[in-house]
């Protein structure tokens, strides 16, 4: 009799679980149990974006480590040749810290973990990422900056690659994956030398192995990032790269096995 019950009240909540549709689906959270995956992804792509800004603008787009010292060097009107770049790294820092605030209050409005909630998060940083890319293609902001010349429109397309830079910084924490900041690796090469199962099998020590791809997948991302900056599409290659990687992940959102459900 209890299993029949047991049965009936499955069948019902499959029933309601078919009549939410799409929002029900939306609304349910995620598996966290293989979400490394498209974190260190994200690190890939700050590589990418971070090695074409610099090498473009002369400032970072995810790294803020990079641009609070380029901000205090403008103290003293460096560096040379670039005396206003404290300017544009400003303005990334304060865009990062407004895109981890905005994506910690969207989780704390719509639940972090859920599906909607990270598919929004990633849907607006391709957008954003997107929109940069067209200005600098479309000559809007320049691909690059000579030495001795000052620009400031770069101000727009600079705080989008920041702001999403921030979103997914946050998302990492949201998903308990703290050893993989995304935007940053001193603390990543200070966890690994300081790990005592450093040398430990790859099956033992799972964040140890986060962090050394964490770290790969930047480097390889900064690596493609500066060869396609010399392309004849230059620094927009790049970024349309990163793009394509967060439309990839905002679709994997979508369909990412939901909390609980075992895989057939």
């Keep these: ?73 403008g103290a003293s009107s460096q560096p040379t040749g670039h005396p206003h770049a404290w300017l544009q790294a400003l303005s990334a820092i304060t865009f990062f810290f407004l895109g981890s605030f905005f994506t910690n209050h969207l989780g704390h409005f719509l639940s972090p973990l859920k599906r909607r909630t990270l598919i929004l998060s990633f849907f607006l940083q391709t957008a954003l990422i997107i929109t940069a890319a067209a200005l600098i293609r479309s000559g809007v902001a320049p691909g690059i900056i000579p030495s001795g010349e000052e620009h400031f429109i770069q101000l727009v397309p600079l705080p989008m690659l920041a702001f999403q830079a921030g979103q997914q910084s946050v998302t990492a924490r949201q998903l308990g994956l703290n050893e993989i900041p995304t935007t940053v690796l001193t603390s990543v090469y200070t966890d690994l030398g300081n790990d005592p199962k450093l040398f430990a099998p790859l099956n033992e020590n799972w964040k140890r192995n986060r962090r050394a791809l964490a770290a790969v ?22 970024l349309w790269f990163a793009a394509g990687v967060k439309a990839v992940l905002t679709v994997a959102w979508a369909l990412w096995r939901e909390e609980g459900k075992i895989p057939r």
């Design 1 to 73: 009799m209890a299993s029949q019950d047991t049965s009936e009240s499955d069948h019902e909540q499959r029933f309601d679980e078919r009549k939410g549709g799409l929002g029900a689906y939306l609304l349910r959270p995620i598996d966290t149990s293989l979400t490394s995956i498209p974190i260190i992804l994200c690190c890939f792509c700050s590589g990418l974006i971070d090695s074409t800004v610099f090498n473009a603008w002369g400032v970072f787009g995810t790294m803020q480590t990079g641009n609070t010292v380029i901000l205090a060097l």
């Design 217 to 238: 997948a930047l480097l390889l991302g900064a690596i493609i990032g500066g060869w396609l900056s010399r392309t004849k599409e230059g620094m927009p290659a790049a």
